[in-house]
């Protein structure tokens, strides 16, 4: 289970104002990898991400999940790729937990026992069990972050993409989340993850796909991917084996959340 | 304020769908019988209801405060004549009766509100109204409820900024103008993020219908609003 | 786990965005009846925005989602959602004295949007004449007062010159306000209509 873009391009705009976002992309995302998608404001991260599930067709090339083309099937597409905002609080659909992480399996016309057990396994995924009666607007935000997360798992994604999600975070609640993409990915799920800031991710991440002008510019492991990184502004952490050791005691016992 | 209050009452118990027809067969056996025997035995149901519901009467009415000068000011006005004798007390009934059947209309709606989430009233809305209205109106209404506190929330910052920077001493039209350019903008942009994110989650004309089941309770409730409904058509 | 996809019937792109849009807009027609400004005809009775909710519905939305906007706001106050005068909700607002008023929100909002927009697809708003942009407004507005007017004869049992003095007299000049700021955000260009 893979997703794959050959030759992607897209541009936005028209006339003189038209712009490439995205000048010829190959890529593939093995199932199960923790991806860091990494790149400068601008550099066509959210562009890349929003074509693996058909929120954006590209203009010329094309992508595949699990080998069928995404134009042909969105739905699959977007069961299989799950996909978590960068502002969470715009993305809820109810005002209660319960009511909008149900939202997604409603869509796929599920029986409500099906969806019942989906709403509760994915707010345990995300420690959030039990708080389905909670209206969203009393929660903090690093709690609306994680219910935004399970939003996305109520449909079984293969593939969990994350838009910027430590964005106005204080850093217990970015402890929190972390420890939940880590068991995620633990557990089997594909986590991408799209940031400019590549501190707190770095110790997860299985290989850092850098953008720059549209194009895949780095493709590597974290540790080789260092150097270059730092060359296209990413922020990487100062002192990369202090972080890998810091975030390795801090999971799974002495999670925050 | 007039809102959901979380119960076990009879009222809470029943279906939303008969509550909703209860207030509807309600509304319409009170303007048949707008007399006096016809508003007596509605007083007594409208009690009832709101009695079912926990509510009470003097919270219920405050919470209509806005729309109680116009129940006076119907009465008043007709009351009034040019010239004399100047006051014709007789004019005033039948407005003064029509004033009281709609406080106790605001009774039994206050009853359904104090009794229903908003959630099962999406899931009536959604089950009531076939198709594809019945699913803009549920999803649109649960989209409301969601977000009247962001934007309220909006509202408030943008006065609040605008009076920080003097704008007390622009004429009022500006003011408007300034409020709700920034109000319209906070929402349209909100808007423009949601439906992005409603079509990630497979946002689809044909779900899974909200769960919603009639109870034993249901049958003598509906079966008020079934002989409310005959006596406003005799 | 495998689920079936070819059973689900996705909403398109379109109809989503004008329905968030739709949606977002009945919530501030909602959080509008908070904001209250102070009349400068009569300081005892406070304006709020809300008629000026129902211009840019029309305005902004088009005849057919503003309408819609409207509707949706209606039925949110009337299940319980607090937005009504002074916070209030339930099904009795709309079939009480004022209830005409507004029962008149989505006609109204459908009346200026089809005077702003015609038939069809949208205009873009900053590029109608302030003449047209008023002249829809002010059918909008006569299309509230009437229903206002005619709602508060029939429910209160009044007579019809007393439903006019009663609904209408005391607040027809500051709509003249609310065009006024209308005309204001629209060619202030600071809002993005499509």
């Known amino acids: 289970m893979t997703i794959e873009t050959t030759g992607l391009v897209y541009r936005y705009g028209a006339g003189e104002a038209e712009a490439t976002a995205l000048d010829g992309v190959d890529l593939a995302l093995a199932d199960g990898e923790f991806v860091v998608v990494a790149g400068a404001n601008g550099s066509g991260k959210t562009t890349l991400v929003r074509q693996f599930n058909g929120l954006l067709s590209p203009d010329e090339g094309e992508v595949r999940v699990d080998g069928v083309p995404v134009s042909e099937d969105p739905v699959a597409a977007r069961t299989r790729v799950g996909m978590v905002f960068q502002d969470p609080r715009d993305a809820f659909v109810a005002a209660t937990v319960g009511a909008d992480v149900a939202f997604g399996p409603e869509n796929l016309g599920l029986s409500r026992s099906d969806i019942d057990r989906r709403v509760e396994a994915a707010l345990d995924a995300v420690n959030m069990g039990g708080r389905e009666d909670e209206r969203l607007d009393a929660l903090s935000g690093g709690e609306q972050e994680r219910v935004a997360i399970a939003g996305a798992l109520a449909m079984e994604p293969a593939h969990l993409v994350l838009d910027e999600p430590f964005t106005g975070l204080d850093e217990p609640a970015r402890r929190s989340v972390l420890g939940r993409l880590r068991a995620l990915h633990r557990d089997g799920t594909g986590v991408v993850v799209v940031t400019h800031d590549l501190r707190d991710v770095f110790p997860l991440a299985d290989r850092v796909v850098a953008l720059a002008d549209g194009r895949v510019a780095v493709d590597a492991p974290p540790g080789e991917a260092v150097e270059a990184l730092a060359a296209l502004d990413v922020r990487v952490p100062d002192r990369v084996e202090r972080d890998v050791t810091d975030v390795a005691t801090a999971t799974p016992d002495s999670d925050p959340c | 304020m007039l809102s959901y209050v979380p119960g076990d009452s009879l009222a809470h118990r029943l279906d939303p769908r008969t509550k909703l027809f209860v207030q509807v067969a309600f509304v319409l056996a009170a303007f048949a019988h707008t007399t006096v025997p016809g508003l007596a035995v509605l007083t007594v149901v409208a009690l009832g209801c709101l009695a079912l519901a926990g509510g009470s009467v003097r919270r219920t009415l405050w919470s209509y405060r806005y729309f109680l000068p116009f129940l006076l000011a119907g009465p008043l006005l007709e009351a009034l004549t040019w010239g004399v004798p100047w006051v014709v007390l007789g004019d005033a009934v039948d407005p003064l009766l029509a004033s009281y059947r709609v406080l106790l209309v605001f009774l039994v709606s206050g009853a359904y509100v104090r009794s229903t989430p908003v959630r099962d009233s999406r899931a009536a809305i959604q089950r009531l109204v076939p198709g594809k209205p019945g699913r803009l109106l549920g999803v649109g209404l649960s989209l409301v409820f969601r977000f009247l506190p962001v934007l309220k929330r909006d509202l408030f910052a943008s006065r609040d900024a605008m009076r920080a920077r003097l704008g007390e001493e622009r004429p009022v039209h500006e003011r408007m103008r300034i409020v709700a350019t920034a109000g319209l903008n906070r929402a349209f942009g909100r808007a423009d993020r949601l439906s992005v994110a409603l079509r990630a989650r497979c946002f689809a004309w044909n779900p899974t219908l909200p769960d919603l089941r009639f109870s034993r309770a249901d049958a003598p409730a509906g079966t008020v609003g079934l002989l409310l409904v005959v006596w406003a058509l005799v | ?194």
């Open chain 3, 1 to 194: 786990m495998a689920t079936s996809t070819d059973s689900v019937e996705l909403v398109g792109d379109e109809v989503t965005r004008n329905l968030a849009r739709a949606a977002l807009f009945a919530a501030l027609m909602g959080a509008f009846a908070y904001v209250s400004f102070p009349n400068p005809l009569s300081p005892g009775i406070p304006v709020t925005l809300q008629v000026l909710g129902v211009f840019l519905a029309g305005i902004f939305l088009g005849p057919i989602w503003g309408g819609f906007a409207m509707v949706l706001y209606l039925l949110a106050g009337a299940l319980g959602l607090p937005v009504f005068s002074g916070g209030s909700a339930g099904f009795g607002a709309l079939v009480s004295q004022t209830g005409g008023y507004l029962v008149s929100y989505p006609f109204a909002a459908a009346v200026v949007g089809l005077g702003v927009h015609g038939v069809g697809d949208l205009a873009d708003p900053r590029l109608v004449s302030v003449g047209r942009l008023v002249a829809a407004m002010v059918a909008g507005t006569v299309v509230i007062y009437t229903l206002g007017i005619l709602g508060f004869w029939y429910v209160g049992d009044v007579g019809i010159v007393t439903a006019v003095v009663g609904a209408a007299v005391a607040f027809v000049p500051v709509e003249a306000l609310k065009i006024a700021a209308a005309v204001g955000i629209v060619r202030s260009e600071a809002v993005a209509a499509r």
